[in-house]
């Protein structure tokens, strides 16, 4: 139940392409919903994060949608860059006075230019 | 403003030994997570410290354990290293439990 299922494991999209990223989560107790994203040898970084009270969620070109009874959340990267070539994980955590974040296992997303 | 800093960057082990990996906390913060993050996998969380005192913990072992200084800085002990305890150690910060965790670049930690 702790668990947060990713897909698709990898992604290669065309510059300008929308790249779409899937998160499945089954512990009805997660009430936030971060998205990182993460270059090689550095930390994740926390791109836009969306709590179950709203459907979708927009910072930029990145757009989080979110489904609370189907229990998926999703991102949209518009107008994908070469630049954004980074792993993304999604994650969830529970308001039980920390975060303790629960992180999916990694979408590898490669933007040709 | 310096962000979380981590040190060292990268550490070669031999199974069996010990090894401590210390963070700094982004200014202003005062609590600190650990993550170990294994090749091609998400983060896994470690344990939380605030107030000097250990919050939260995950499904790892008591050789893995810690502490938090009065000046929010941590650091993370690991004991009887394994192979398997090779791994990305990332340390998160953030104001209280309850915000943003801000991550470091990790150390990565090699055990032969």
């Known amino acids: 139940q702790q668990q947060v299922k990713q897909s698709p494991q990898s992604l290669i999209v065309q510059k300008g392409g929308i790249p779409i990223i899937n998160c499945a989560y089954e512990n009805t107790a997660f009430d936030y919903f971060p998205w990182y994203q993460q270059f090689p040898g550095k930390g994740p970084a926390l791109l836009i994060a969306i709590r179950p009270d709203v459907s979708e969620k927009k910072e930029g070109r990145f757009t989080i949608s979110f489904n609370k009874s189907a229990k998926q959340f999703s991102l949209h990267i518009m107008d994908s860059q070469p630049g954004d070539s980074a792993t993304y994980f999604c994650?969830?955590?529970?308001?039980?006075?920390?975060?303790?974040?629960?992180f999916g296992t990694g979408t590898r997303l490669l933007v040709s230019p | 403003d310096a962000g979380v800093t981590q040190s060292p960057t990268h550490l070669i082990k031999t199974r069996g030994q010990q090894v401590t990996l210390r963070c700094s906390p982004k200014s202003g913060h005062d609590t600190v997570s650990w993550y170990q993050q294994a090749l091609g996998q998400g983060p896994q969380f470690i344990f939380q410290y605030y107030e000097e005192e250990e919050r939260q913990r995950g499904n790892f072992p008591d050789r893995f354990s810690g502490h938090q200084f009065p000046n929010y800085s941590s650091e993370l002990n690991v004991n009887a290293l394994l192979l398997g305890d090779s791994a990305l150690y990332l340390c998160?910060?953030?104001?209280?439990?309850?915000?943003?965790?801000?991550f470091g670049p990790g150390t990565r930690l090699t055990v032969l």
């Open positions: 998160a910060s953030s104001l209280d439990r309850y915000n943003e965790q801000f």
């Open positions: 994650a969830a955590s529970m308001n039980t006075g920390f975060q303790k974040l629960v």
